[in-house]
């Protein structure tokens, strides 16, 4: 008797939150503050770092980037949505090689408001599917889970500008790597500019270190939605 | 104030470019597992001297952070001295004489110790030679040692173009007639010269340095050599 009220009381509550999170409402298309973002973009970044030679060695390297990207970023629901991105490209590297990504997460967007300058907060959980990264881990394909935020500010109608941060660990065959990837750009009415940096963090060998490879380029794309 | 602007640009440019881009060579960087010592040890008669390069994958190595190499030597242990030599970094001991085998160690702050790497010598010996008067050839002889490892003879002097022999065995022993003592380019001595004679026994090892996959790697090359002075009247 008493399993079965928590059971309820747990049912109740769980829907609650789902009830909390859709809202009764849609998102308005219109609305020069709300969350949906659909984007195509093309990004080239410089490379340098250590990768890890041997069983502990410290090798400085560098290279380049090249990818083309698809995001988008929706919103069914008033605070409930979904965010996927996927990119294609190369990585000029000793390894240098074909590098491919897809990642999805489910996105809550906690805050969004109006005033002299509209903004939203978005935050994602969700998870990825790609070659390992940095190359020099190899090329195997690998799962990894993934954490996401994004602010949005529009200052004017046509005035966009967005941050986002994307937090990857992934997990090598040998100690346990995380790539930080941040964004930050601004743009006119469908067209946007920004820098994009990444770091990736791979801790392994012997004698257990890290390897930091920092990436950092110019990223231009176009506004769908 | 353009010009400035462009020479800014253009040297962000080249650091985004990695242009310089150098190992920073750096024992801090470098695993144990992946370290190849290489040891040289020489005794000619007069003094001794040891010498160990560290290599890597990224090129030789300063040992730093506290990292150091030692000998023990006829049961006195001694810290390696840095040098350069050819531009790279190289770690020496000068001692008198290299009665046999010898001890390195090579101890590190943050990484794997290595200890009681074991370098063989061959035994010491003496050199002594004779003959090339009219027509007698060169005698040499010496102690021999059968597992001494490489023997090889050499003679060399203005009077004569170098010559060197390597034995296949080590017999203590070796004859060089007057006919194998050929002239320079420039044309026979018409007076006595006079000519260096040397032998020299070598051992080269090569061995891992820890017992891990990878393990690093120590080659080692300890070789003892005698020269004496000889005179030759064609």
């Avoid at chain 1, 410089?46 to 929706?74: C, H, K, M």
Wanted: glycine share 14%.
């Amino acid at each position: 008797m008493h399993e079965g009220r928590r059971f309820i009381g747990g049912a109740a509550g769980a829907l609650a939150l789902v009830c909390i999170l859709t809202g009764t409402e849609d998102a308005r298309a219109g609305d020069p503050s709300h969350v949906a973002l659909w984007r195509l973009e093309v990004h080239g970044a410089y490379l340098q770092g250590d990768q890890r030679l041997g069983a502990g060695t410290l090798a400085p390297y560098n290279g380049w980037g090249f990818w083309g990207r698809v995001g988008i970023s929706e919103f069914p629901w008033k605070w409930l949505g979904y965010d996927v991105l996927a990119q294609i490209g190369m990585v000029g590297t000793p390894q240098s090689t074909f590098d491919v990504v897809t990642e999805g997460a489910v996105a809550f967007a906690p805050a969004r408001w109006k005033g002299s300058v509209d903004g939203s907060i978005v935050l994602g959980v969700g998870g990825g599917f790609g070659f390992e990264r940095p190359v020099w881990l190899g090329r195997g394909a690998t799962g990894y889970p993934l954490v996401l935020a994004r602010l949005t500010l529009l200052p004017k109608k046509s005035i966009r500008f967005f941050a986002s941060f994307r937090f990857t660990p992934i997990t090598p065959e040998d100690g346990w790597g995380r790539a930080y990837d941040l964004e930050v750009t601004g743009g006119y009415k469908w067209w946007y500019l920004g820098l994009r940096g990444r770091i990736d963090d791979v801790t392994q060998g012997d004698p257990e270190r890290l390897y930091r490879t920092y990436w950092l380029g110019p990223t231009a794309g176009l506004v769908i939605r | 104030m353009r010009r400035t602007r462009t020479h800014v640009f253009l040297l962000g440019a080249l650091m985004l470019a990695g242009c310089g881009i150098d190992p920073v060579r750096v024992s801090d960087r470098v695993s144990t597992r992946d370290m190849l010592l290489g040891v040289q040890a020489l005794d000619d008669g007069v003094a001794a001297a040891i010498d160990v390069r560290v290599n890597s994958p990224i090129g030789t190595v300063e040992l730093t952070g506290g990292d150091a190499l030692f000998v023990t030597v006829d049961g006195s242990r001694r810290p390696m001295v840095e040098g350069q030599s050819n531009g790279a970094p190289i770690y020496s001991v000068k001692l008198d004489a290299l009665p046999g085998d010898f001890l390195l160690d090579l101890e590190r702050q943050a990484d794997r110790d290595v200890h009681g790497v074991v370098v063989e010598v061959s035994s010491p010996f003496a050199l002594a030679g004779g003959g090339l008067t009219q027509d007698l050839p060169l005698s040499l002889s010496w102690d021999a040692d059968p597992e001494g490892g490489e023997v090889v003879i050499s003679v060399q002097g203005d009077c004569v173009a170098p010559l060197t022999r390597s034995l296949d065995e080590d017999t203590g022993a070796l004859v060089i007639t007057q006919a194998e003592l050929r002239p320079p380019p420039a044309g026979p001595p018409s007076a006595p010269c006079a000519l260096e004679v040397s032998v020299s026994r070598t051992i080269t090892t090569r061995d891992k340095l820890l017992s891990t996959n990878p393990g690093g790697n120590v080659t080692t090359s300890a070789e003892q050599r005698r020269t004496i002075a000889v005179t030759w009247t064609p």
